[in-house]
């Protein structure tokens, strides 16, 4: 049973690009959460997606953007990229919106921004 | 500021020995509590979980005790190997029925020596 999987593991994007993340949740979890993990803090929570639709939003400009597929898949999106956007985005999945369960992190990908 | 916090950003202790990772919480709406594990380059591992209706839980080497009064929420690691070596995360989800979004505070790092 595969667990979270993100790709791709690395990123090095130029400032003003735009950015797209995947992920894939754990088998038989349909919720999708984004965080970010600037280097040596704890990971800050970007937006949940449940139902295709995003359940949840942190405090994060319109710039960050997400989608979740019918397969429960989901991309992050980032536009207009500033330098400040590099860190580690890590896409977690759980089970239920509405509920408190277990949430699995993927390995991250780590996004440089030059 | 953040809603959880850990009291010591640094721990060392040698192996065998008994760990205690110590984190505070201020949102006392949270009712639902997890412990991650992060080694370096990999994303957060779930150690453990506690709902507020408990006040310990207990796995394979891991205590988790939950102080409601003070808002205070600790890690014990029992016999600390060398492999447990890493940061320790604990993270709250505000009870908003929106989602299930989590806080994470800044991370203590354990270092265990042999």
């Known amino acids: 049973d595969a667990g979270v999987t993100q790709s791709p593991t690395h990123l090095i994007k130029t400032r003003g690009q735009q950015v797209t993340l995947r992920c894939s949740p754990k088998s038989g979890h349909d919720t999708v959460s984004w965080y970010q993990q600037a280097l040596g803090q704890g990971p800050q929570f970007i937006f949940q997606y449940y139902e295709e639709e995003e359940r949840q939003r942190g405090n994060f400009p319109d710039r960050f953007s997400g989608h979740q597929f019918p397969n429960y898949s989901s991309e992050l999106n980032v536009n207009a990229l500033l330098l400040g956007d590099s860190a580690l985005y890590l896409c977690?999945?759980?089970w239920g919106a509405g509920t408190n369960t277990e949430a699995f992190f993927g390995q991250g990908t780590r996004l440089t921004v030059v | 500021g953040e809603n959880v916090g850990l009291h010591l950003p640094t721990l060392s202790v040698q192996e065998g020995d008994n760990s205690i990772i110590n984190c505070a919480y201020s949102?006392?709406?949270?009712?639902?509590f997890i412990w991650y594990k992060q080694e370096s380059g990999k994303g957060p591992q779930f150690i453990i979980d506690i709902r507020s209706n408990m006040d310990k839980r207990q796995g394979q080497r891991v205590t988790v005790l939950l102080n409601k009064t003070v808002k205070h929420l600790s890690l014990q690691i029992a016999a600390t190997q060398p492999g447990d070596s890493a940061v320790y995360f604990c993270?709250?989800?505000?009870?908003?029925?929106?989602?299930?979004?989590?806080?994470f505070g800044k991370g203590t790092t354990l270092s265990v020596s042999s």
């Open positions: 949102n006392s709406a949270s009712d639902y």
């Open positions: 993270a709250e989800n505000p009870n908003n029925q929106a989602g299930t979004a989590l806080i």
């Open positions: 977690a999945s759980s």
